[in-house]
């Protein structure tokens, strides 16, 4: 079967005053466009657009020793844009929310490495749902009390978990190597085990720490596995390959992608999958928000 070509779009990022050039490969329209970060608010995520395109989800044979889950290799394609956040979702907005009165007033430990700008850790894929009823309510004008599960309308926001086909999709960039960066760990990419980094197998490190990824993302590999939405299945034998969360079935855990501080560096490729149950809080466990457009 014949594959389309790939196309270059040729992005500016504005971050504050700093202005990052990149140039992601994605199956899209060759042009230059400005991949401008915006925020619906001043205590929300800053987020950029993922432009849609197709990919290879998976893991190829030339990577090695493999686990069943990350095949069959298959080819996804998302077709319509869509936002995610540049960081993962810090111990500054978590409070943010819980100041607010929602999240539950659930109040996460931080093993003593600092708050702020270190990305929120000890949170399940329950409590990111409830950080995002109240981030959906904050920007639909439902008052905090009222985010909560019986609320369809701060349930329904535009604001989600990444499904983990975007998750991946998002993280490669472009890319089909082991890594956005390569193909090989190298030194000081990002903070896992081993990575080369201050912070490797000691601690979270705050977020933006490691150059982003072609789409300007950053930690999409190390310092917080990340909570997705869909539920956990052994290999991607009949999953969904337009893009949506697979959720259907006896849904007894979650999906967790990209590794972290305390793990090796194979376990940070792009194709890796963890899996844990909803409930499931550690100190390496983090997330990051997504967002439908319209």
């Known amino acids: 079967m014949m594959r389309k070509p790939f196309h270059v779009v040729c992005r ?13 490969v994605a199956l899209a329209t060759a042009a230059c466009q400005a991949a401008v ?16 395109g197709t990919f290879l989800m998976g893991s190829p ?27 993962d979702v ?12 929602g999240c539950n007033s659930y109040w996460p430990a931080d093993q003593g490495w600092d708050r702020g700008k270190h990305p929120v850790i000890n949170v399940s894929w329950d409590d990111a749902q409830s950080y995002i009823r109240w981030l959906n309510g904050k920007v639909l004008g439902v008052k905090p009390d009222l985010g909560s599960l019986a609320t369809p309308l701060a349930a329904s926001g535009p604001y989600r978990l990444l499904t983990e086909a975007e998750w991946e999709y998002a993280a490669r960039a472009g890319t089909k190597t082991a890594y956005y960066w390569g193909e090989t760990r190298g030194v000081n990419n990002a903070n896992c085990d081993g990575c080369g980094s201050q912070w490797d197998n000691k601690s979270t490190s705050p977020v933006g720490s490691f150059p982003p990824n072609p789409f300007g993302l950053y930690d999409m590999a190390g310092n917080v596995l990340q909570w997705v ?11 969904p390959v337009d893009g949506s969360a697979w959720v259907g079935g006896e849904c007894r855990a979650r999906v967790m992608r990209g590794g972290s501080w305390y793990n090796s560096s194979y376990y ?3 194709a890796n999958r963890y899996s844990n149950a909803s409930y499931f ?6 997330f990051r928000v997504a967002k439908t457009l319209e």
């Open 268 to 270: 940070l490729r792009a």
């Open 90 to 101: 810090t111990f500054d907005q978590w409070e943010a929310c819980v100041a607010a009165g």
């Open 229 to 239: 939405e869909d539920c956990y299945h052994e290999t991607y034998a009949k999953s």
């Open 37 to 52: 970060p915006f925020k619906d608010c001043a205590e929300c995520p800053e987020m950029v657009e993922i432009p849609p």
């Open 12 to 24: 500016t990022l504005h971050l504050g005053a700093v202005a990052l050039f990149f140039c992601a």
């Open 281 to 286: 809080r550690g100190m390496n466990i983090g």
């Open 61 to 87: 044979t030339t990577e090695g020793r493999l686990y069943a889950n990350e095949s069959p290799q298959r080819q996804v394609t998302i077709k319509k844009a869509f936002a995610a956040a540049i960081y």
